[in-house]
T-cell receptor, first 115, second 114 residues
Framework: DTAVSQTPKYLVTQMGNDKSIKCEQN?????MYWYKQDSKKFLKIMFS???????INETVPNRFSPKSPDKAHLNLHINSLELGDSAVYFC??????????????FGDGTRLSIL | GDSVTQMEGPVTLSEEAFLTINCTYT??????LFWYVQYPGEGLQLLLK?????DKGSNKGFEATYRKETTSFHLEKGSVQVSDSAVYFC?????????????FGKGTLLTVNP
């Protein structure tokens, strides 16, 4: 009954490869997000989708391409992985009803390590 | 733009000590304020929230009051436990067009020793 689930939990790969991280939420939320947490624990928004429409793209390299096939899923595809992409990536979801004051619910994160 | 500043850690306390983690913010609209907690190896969990001035959020013995005059949302707990050891994040969600994202502080690592 996990609310926001992302897979895989760990991802170890070589520089230059292409990889995807999947995210699914069963909360009925209309908005989903991707955040990046660096080695110093700093969290920064990457993307936000509302009803499958891209709302926020925070100066993320175009090697990162989010895909939202439906409101319950937001996947992240990364091309040509670089060493600096090593981080923990968190998916989150929320409801925008009520003026957008609802909290975001986070997945457990995907730890990406680039060799 | 929006920003959140919280006290740098790490913070180390003995069990039953009083905890304060300071958080101040700047925002263009009327933000909602949140504290999230991240236990080791886990994702973020909402700890408490406040959506308007003078609101007090509380949960698990933690409290924070939305102070518009000082643009602050300090987290407090009267008696910490070892199980409170985690990273605590202050965050804001602005109103209007930018309410699709959370802006986080840098996080404060709390370690509680028995």
């Amino acid at each position: 009954d996990t609310a926001v689930s992302q897979t895989p939990k760990y991802l170890v790969t070589q520089m230059g490869n292409d990889k995807s991280i999947k995210c699914e939420q069963n909360l009925g939320h209309d908005t989903m997000y991707w955040y990046k947490q660096d080695s110093k624990k700093f969290l920064k928004i990457m993307f936000s989708y509302n009803n499958k429409e891209l709302i926020i793209n925070e100066t993320v390299p175009n090697r990162f391409s989010p895909k939202s096939p439906d409101k319950a899923h937001l996947n992240l595809h990364i091309n040509s992985l670089e060493l600096g992409d090593s981080a923990v990536y968190f998916c989150a979801s929320s409801s925008q009803t009520g003026g957008g004051n609802q909290p975001q619910h986070f997945g457990d994160g995907t730890r990406l390590s680039i060799l | 733009g929006d920003s959140v500043t919280q006290m740098e850690g790490p913070v180390t306390l003995s069990e039953e000590a009083f905890l304060t983690i300071n958080c101040t913010y700047t925002a263009t609209g009327y933000p909602s304020l949140f504290w999230y907690v991240q236990y080791p190896g886990e994702g973020l969990q909402l700890l408490l929230k406040a959506t308007k001035a003078d609101d007090k959020g509380s949960n698990k013995g933690f409290e924070a009051t939305y102070r518009k005059e000082t643009t602050s949302f300090h987290l407090e707990k009267g008696s910490v436990q070892v199980s409170d050891s985690a990273v605590y994040f202050c965050a804001l969600k602005d109103s209007g067009g930018s309410n699709y994202k959370l802006t986080f502080g840098k996080g404060t690592l709390l370690t509680v020793n028995p």
